[in-house]
């Protein structure tokens, strides 16, 4: 059995307020089983609705009351029979009351479980809160629910509620409304529970938690402020990305009678001699390497552990900086959150002091961690502070951990100011008008509303429509991949309904731009070197010469041939010269001729290279030479370089380059990178293997 197996009523309104929203309740919870039936498929389920006409359940039968609450289904272990029956729910005639609903499913934890017995066992009530409750036989509505609570706690029950509003509340009695906004609002207060507000059907899909995880520490020990001050604290991950559930690898080669079959495929590697392909090479007989140049570089095991950092497990404090000072793009990772020792009063105590001072002070800490021991590498990362901003709040002060880059880590790109271009490149008044009114216009958080899209309540719509996608494929496996669900849509695409209502806004900013296809610049002919193709006029093929039809007046003429032949690639930094040249925006000669001056350089380094001690250079201005032209769209050029290039190898016998290029898997440029290329991807993964062939 799984250890961290709960058990979950639904508490579900079917009366006629909720009709509306009862496709979207229904797909939501057939998903929260579907997710159930991967993850945790010893989780317990049932269902209970209110609102009906009719009445089923065990309390009516035994003291009478609670009408119009019907247990639809017991808690048992799920199965598809329930995600069936939660697309399918009944539309009730009747006002529903949530409190006898609770009340209903807690009889029913209280006596399959008892007092003594621990399990995780939770309640999620879904419902608008617009219907009348009851009045208490004894006491006020306040005390009745205070009493549910307190037995909650008693039996270590947790309770999710999910109030659905939005355009449902527009006629409701508020008087009823904010007297069951304040009885729900008890629970959160009195037990282990949660109360949520949703407007959409999107939010519906975020609010229920429809995976449970357990909270697991990543850290236990002290943040060390200096060698003789430490505080003891515990570190959780605060979000983290969820991923698609890993595919299994299946055999259908077990026979069909076989129940106990587990259709289990394992996967045994063997390495075999490159001089004897029949022998087989023992695990003490291989060595890992790593490459160095041209050769490849053995390292034991002994000697790679000898090597391997190994720091002692530790949160160490570095200092404290202006928040200002950590820029957001910063954050590399998941999210983690640093609070003290639970049971620890003093640890407690200092947290919240220091997190308050580094708030007022507007400070953030810089920190060492190596989560554990054995952790072959170190974090640097920011604290910043969590203060909690209610009075008397049981939510403890904490801080939330970000790693930081090193310089390694950081991609330093220089892109050129807009302030720079032309005045006629600027926008005018009008443009600028226009595209701050679309700006408004698509404001996911307006005034006087909720807003769209919050990442708590926003599910990602590939996960949900994985799941939906599996729940089909597993009854009918023929079947095909359904379309994406209209409530995930909202979250892929532009909401139409907003996009009609202020066409005249998007009419403005398209007026206000004029907007016309970009010509294609005519691709020119040149040769890998200083020939010209045969059959070439004088000029033709000439980076320097003006385009056919250009005027004097054109941006052409801004860049004569004298600036294009002072600047030429050097032997010191050919790379950042062919880069610094391939940015140049001032004219369309820029490219051909950083092209044409790198393969001169490439060229010149091979020819000139002695035991191949240019080799390696060779190799980097390649590499760039190569992703200039995939950005430029340009794979000809290369592609006829490389073939030219390794014609060259052939005829001068230059073995050892073209090892070199495989040894880096230097190849053509597919149409997978660029679209113009004529090159297939099997072309040019095997381009480098024939090559090898042909010169041994």
Known sequence: MARNKETLLLLLDVGPSMHSVLPEVEKVCSLLVEKKLIHSKYDEVGVIIFGTEETQNELTREVGGYQHVVVLRDTKVVDGDLVEALHQLPRGTCDGDFLDAIIVGMDILIKKFGVTDKKKKRLCLMTNALCPIKDSIEGTKEDQVITIAEQ??????????????????????????????????????????????????TSL?????????????IFRGDLELTSKMKIKVWVYKKTSEEKLPTLK??????????????????????????????KAVPPEERIKGYRYGPQVVPIAPSEWDAV?????????????????????????????????????????????????????????????CVWRNGQGSVVVGVLTPNVSDRDNSNTPDSFYFN???????????????FNNFPASWQPNEQQQEAADNLVKMLDLAP?????????????????????????????????????????????????????????????????SFELKENPKLKKSTRRFLQEKPSGLKEGEGDISAKPSGSKEGDSYGDISAQSLDSLNIGDLTPVQDFENMMSRRDGPEWIGKAIKDMKNRIFDMVENSFEGDNYPKAIECLVALRKGCILEQEPKQFNDFLHHLCKFCQKNDLHSLCEFLASKELTLISKTEAIDSEVTDDEARSFLVNQSQKLS
């Open 447 to 511: 005034s006087g509303k909720e807003e769209a899209l919050q990442p708590e309540f926003t599910p990602n719509p590939v996960l949900e429509r994985f799941y939906r996608c599996l729940e089909v494929k597993s009854k009918h496996p023929d079947a095909a991949v359904p379309p994406l669900d209209e409530t995930l849509k909202k979250i892929t695409e532009p909401d139409p309904e907003l996009l009609s209502q202020n066409k005249s806004v998007i009419d403005a900013f398209r007026r």
């Open 152 to 201: 909650m706690a008693k039996h270590g029950m947790g309770m999710e509620s999910i109030v659905v509003r939005g355009r449902l509340s527009g006629n409701a009695n508020k008087r009823i409304m904010e007297e069951n906004d304040f009885l729900l609002n008890i629970f959160s207060q009195k037990t282990c529970a949660k109360l949520v507000y949703v407007e959409s059907p």
């Open 308 to 368: 391997k950092f190994k720091p002692e497990k530790s949160v160490k404090l570095l200092g404290f900086t202006d928040a200002s000072n950590i820029m957001r793009h910063y954050y590399m990772k998941d999210v983690n959150v640093l609070i003290a020792d639970p049971g620890n009063t003093r640890a407690i105590n200092a947290v919240s002091a220091l997190a308050k001072a580094m708030k007022e002070k507007n400070k953030v800490a810089i920190v060492r």
């Open 403 to 417: 790693v930081l880059p090193f310089a390694e880590d950081v991609r330093e790109f220089q892109f050129p100011s």
């Open 249 to 278: 690898k299946y055999s259908d080669k077990a026979p069909p009678t076989d129940k106990f079959a587990t259709h289990e495929v394992k996967v045994d590697y063997e390495y075999r001699s490159v001089e004897d392909s029949s």
């Open 205 to 217: 899909f975020g609010a229920l938690r429809t995976r449970n995880i357990s909270p697991v520490t």
